[in-house]
């Protein structure tokens, strides 16, 4: 209708409402019609039967059939009576005339005056009539009793039925149907002469116009147009001659303007090729910058991660000598802050994943303070290198026991702290922890970093969260840093469901504020906030309550931390201002039993402060000094100087309550810290373990850690022996591994849960290949947990306790074993065949379990990596990630870095589904086999084996 011409558009409203008329009422007269028609034959029915009844009287009271029947004879020769049944009281047939009855209804009967019953079939209309006894009188045949009765009501003798036909009605509708059709079709066909007409006379001069304009419009400006005078188009084709003219001077002027435009145009268009070559050259240069971004976090992951294994790795070796405890000490700083930094590496490759919103965080149970201290306590000699002050404080309704990501956390803070402290030259950073709200099962923390550093303007605030962003370039190159810290903060934050935000001025330090959403620990056990002390001392309340402890700390941030931690641990406790007041409660105090002590680190080789605390040492009082400095100098001369333990600030909840264990608890203090009963409950029964691997030699070696830490062990090669063992056997744990032939793990243990009584079996996965992508699936497919091979007798121990509550005897120490973590390896060892020293570790130290896996592994290599080579040239790609899976479990626990490595590489591939660099993972694949194969022949690999069980290390 939108491109209609202007006279049909004239048509369509002349002959629209005619035509809506005339439809209208044909239609209303039609029906009407219709209706009458229809009623007329009802009112016809009725009347028969109304008739038709009195005359039955007689020959239904004397049932005298012949009359009956005369009388339907006589009543069929009615005009549309189809046919006619007489019926008596008990609905009876006793005379009809015609066909039968059409029974099929159209609705339902309908009750008329006088009980007479309308019933409407497709092709006719039935009227049933009540006949009744009070026409006629017969005495000889009725009692006086009848007539007694007649008088009161009258008697039903049966019934009379017509069937009149519908097809006589249905004609003369459709008669008339046809008759109104026409009588409208020629009245829309002359309406339709007349408006074509008036359209037509309307139309020609609207056209001239049009046609007119058309020719102006294709630039015939002396065109000139012509209309019928005398109406109100010749001033319409006045008026566009007028404008033509008009245009066809300005046309001449516009000409004129056009010849100097161009000429300016060409000018400018010269101008802009420039730039675009310019602007070409720049989005070059700017994809090259994009693609140096990304090759930027591989090159500073693989900068960064070759010495820091080197750092780890030595570490691990220097802790299995003989360290003193405060080398121990040192040892596990270190390990710990090079473990959070290879974690934090590894989440700075994940960028890209932050980006893609594909970010997984953990959701596993720790405690706030403690967290907070090991990043403050890995900081803190970077800020007393600079002499700086750093403090910290936990609001007391802040809950401590929270579930969430403490790696993530850890992250956040460390990024904030280590800003603040590397862009302030004098004073202090403070970091401060607070509750915004909380419910029964979540809380809203706010964590806030503030420094009295250099400060920043808002431009720069603006630009501080965008990535490989800083300050200035002047910053960059004055402190160093890559920009990614203060982005992956915003990520995380946002991943915890907070925001983060920077207040700051130049030279007014900054202060960042975040907060985060997080889950509160419901186990009222971990949630006791005295517990921290008594479960180090391993003694009740009772044995600590008499303890009496003074307490010398001039800085009130720190004082209300020291303050709060006694508190919690239900001590007592005196507050001294000064020296010479802690001197007198000293003297007035005879049942003290401990002083700490906070000194400042500018305050060391002071001869006052040494007669001071050789004042101590002398009334036999046990001195705790706390000290702004990780100088082991200072911490040595305050030794010398009396101090029975000398710790750094910022204060450790950990290490404060270990030394006030061992100053009022002597007896207790030198056991070893594996002898101390975890309860006064005693011991459960070793469970039994249900270990589950197609690889042998990985089986035989979980099997053999699990005998090792006494639980009762049983062994299957595939999920359907797992089934079978879980019916028979009472099992209290299962360790899965995942990939296995025929039935997976995951659906062995979907079958285990539909098992009588084994929905809630603990089942954890043991997996060599478990990415972040993949636990998160493993989870939620039901798993309870999961361990990444190869897996550490001390992590087993862990996750057995974790699930049946049995607490096996490791007769390892700490100084034994730092790392718990999966092997990392050095530079060195990374290009290693074999490493007899790692197969040893992943053997737990056992000789003879090391020698079985490493001769099991190449006993099945030939095999596998057979099958895995046909399986590649079918291209089965499925088959091809079981069999590299299963040979890549089993070099996870042989001492085999170089296969293993081209083994996980093949994997991962082979998972991301990628194609491209199949062919070069297999070809790596088969030459480290061979080279492996040739290495064992070559040499002898069990008195390496022998040699390594015997070293020093």
Excluded at 755 to 780: Q, S, W, Y
Aim: proline letters at 3%; one cysteine or more; charged letters at 20%.
């Amino acid at each position: 209708m939108k491109h209609w011409k202007i006279q049909s558009r004239i048509l369509l409203m002349a002959l629209l409402p005619g035509i809506i008329v005339s439809l209208t009422l044909g239609l209303f007269f039609i029906h009407d019609r219709n209706q009458d028609l229809d009623d007329l034959l009802d009112r016809r029915a009725m009347a028969m039967a109304k008739q038709l009844a009195p005359t039955c009287e007689y020959g239904v009271i004397t049932g005298n059939r012949g009359i009956l029947q005369n009388i339907a004879n006589n009543m069929l020769e009615e005009r549309d009576v189809r046919s006619v049944s007489i019926y008596n009281q008990d609905v009876d047939i006793l005379a009809h005339s015609g066909p039968k009855m059409m029974t099929e209804r159209i609705g339902s009967a309908e009750l008329q005056h006088n009980q007479l019953q309308l019933l409407r079939t497709p092709g006719s209309v039935r009227v049933r009539a009540p006949i009744f006894a009070e026409n006629l009188n017969i005495t000889e045949q009725l009692s006086e009793q009848f007539y007694a009765q007649q008088a009161q009501q009258l008697q039903l003798l049966g019934w009379a039925e017509v069937e009149l036909s519908t097809t006589n009605t249905q004609l003369q509708q459709y008669q008339h149907l046809a008759n109104s059709l026409l009588i409208i079709l020629l009245v829309l066909i002359v309406c339709s002469l007349l408006a074509f007409r008036i359209s037509k006379q309307l139309s020609r001069p609207i056209n001239t116009l049009a046609a007119g304009v058309g020719r102006l419009a294709e630039g015939h400006y002396d065109h000139r147009i012509q209309v019928e005078p005398g109406s109100e188009f010749e001033q319409m084709a006045s008026g566009v001659n007028s404008l033509a003219s008009a245009v066809e001077y300005a046309e001449r002027d516009h000409q004129q303007n056009i010849e100097q435009t161009m000429q300016d145009f060409q000018e400018t268009l010269d101008e802009m090729e420039v730039r675009n070559s310019e602007l070409q050259l720049g989005r070059k240069q700017a994809m090259e910058a994009s693609q140096m971004k990304s090759q930027f976090l591989a090159n500073v992951s693989h900068e960064i991660r070759t010495p820091l294994n080197g750092i780890i790795g030595f570490t691990d070796l220097l802790a299995r000598t003989q360290v003193n405890a405060l080398q121990a000490d040192y040892l596990g700083t270190i390990h710990n802050a090079s473990q959070d930094l290879l974690n934090i590496i590894n989440d700075i490759l994940d960028l890209s994943k932050i980006d893609a919103d594909k970010l997984i965080m953990d959701h596993s149970a720790f405690n706030l303070r403690d967290t907070l201290d090991q990043v403050l306590t890995v900081l803190a000699p970077q800020a007393y290198h600079k002499q700086l002050d750093l403090y910290h404080q936990i609001a007391s309704d802040v809950p401590l026991q929270v579930v969430g990501d403490p790696l993530r956390l850890k992250q956040i803070i460390t990024n904030l702290v280590n800003n603040a402290v590397k862009f302030t030259n004098h004073g202090s950073v403070k970091v401060s922890v607070s509750l915004i709200n909380r419910s029964a099962k979540r809380a809203s923390l706010q964590f806030e970093v503030r420094d009295t550093g250099i400060g920043l303007s808002q431009e720069q605030v603006s630009r501080i969260f965008n990535a490989f962003s800083q300050a200035d370039t002047s910053t960059t190159r004055q402190y160093g840093g890559t920009g990614l810290g203060l982005i992956i903060s915003k990520a995380l934050v946002q991943a915890m469901h907070g925001d983060i935000k920077v207040e700051s001025a130049p030279g007014q330090g900054a202060t960042f504020t975040f907060h985060i959403d997080i889950d509160i620990d419901q186990d009222t056990k971990a949630n006791n906030q005295n517990a921290p002390l008594l479960n180090i001392a391993g003694a009740d309340t009772t044995v600590l309550k008499p303890a009496q402890i003074a307490v010398l700390e001039s800085n009130d941030l720190n004082r209300q931390m020291i303050s709060s931690l006694l508190d919690d641990w239900q001590l007592d406790y005196h507050l001294a201002e000064d020296e010479q007041d802690l001197l007198n409660q000293v003297a007035q105090e005879s049942g003290l039993s401990a002083v700490v002590i906070s000194i400042d680190r500018t305050r060391i080789h002071q001869p006052q402060l040494k007669h001071f605390l050789q004042q101590l040492a002398v009334i036999h009082i046990p001195v705790i000094t706390l000290v702004n400095s990780v100088n082991h100098e200072h911490l040595e001369w305050l030794a010398d100087c009396g101090a029975c333990a000398t710790l750094s600030h910022p204060v450790n909840e950990q290490k404060l309550g270990d030394a006030l264990r061992k100053l009022l608890l002597p007896d207790q203090s030198d056991e070893p810290e594996n002898d101390k009963p975890a309860s006064n409950t005693p011991q459960r029964e070793a469970p039994c373990v249900l270990a589950v691997d197609d690889n042998e030699a990985n089986l035989k070696l979980v099997s053999a850690l699990l005998q090792e830490l006494g639980v009762q062990v049983c062994s299957a090669t595939s999920g359907q022996e797992a089934i079978d063992c879980v019916t028979d056997t009472h099992v209290e744990m299962v360790l899965m591994d995942i990939q296995m032939p025929n039935m997976t793990g995951l659906e062995a243990s979907q079958h285990i849960r539909t098992l009588p009584g084994k929905a809630h079996l603990p089942i954890v996965a043991l997996t060599a290949h478990a990415l972040a992508d993949e636990k998160e699936v493993l989870l939620n497919s039901g798993m309870d947990d999961y361990q990444t091979k190869p897996i550490s007798l001390e992590q087993l121990a862990d996750c057995i306790e974790r699930w049946t509550g049995y607490k096996a005897d490791i007769q390892t120490t700490k100084n034994t074993v730092i790392d718990d973590a999966p092997t990392e390896v050095t530079p060195e060892q990374e290009l290693a065949i074999f490493d007899a020293t790692e197969g040893l570790k992943h053997a737990n130290f056992n000789l003879d379990l090391a020698s079985d896996m490493f001769s099991m592994l190449l006993n099945s290599l030939q095999r596998d990596s057979d099958a895995a080579l046909e399986a590649w040239e079918l291209e089965g790609f499925d088959l091809l990630l079981e069999k590299v899976h299963k040979i890549h479990g089993a070099c996870r626990y042989c001492g085999v870095p170089l296969l293993r490595q081209t083994v996980n590489d093949f994997e991962t591939e082979l998972k991301a589904g990628g194609r491209r660099q199949l062919p070069e993972h297999m070809r790596n694949f088969m030459v480290q086999v061979q080279a492996l194969q040739q290495w064992a022949e070559d040499h002898n690999w069990k008195e390496l084996l022998q040699q390594a069980s015997v070293s020093p290390t």
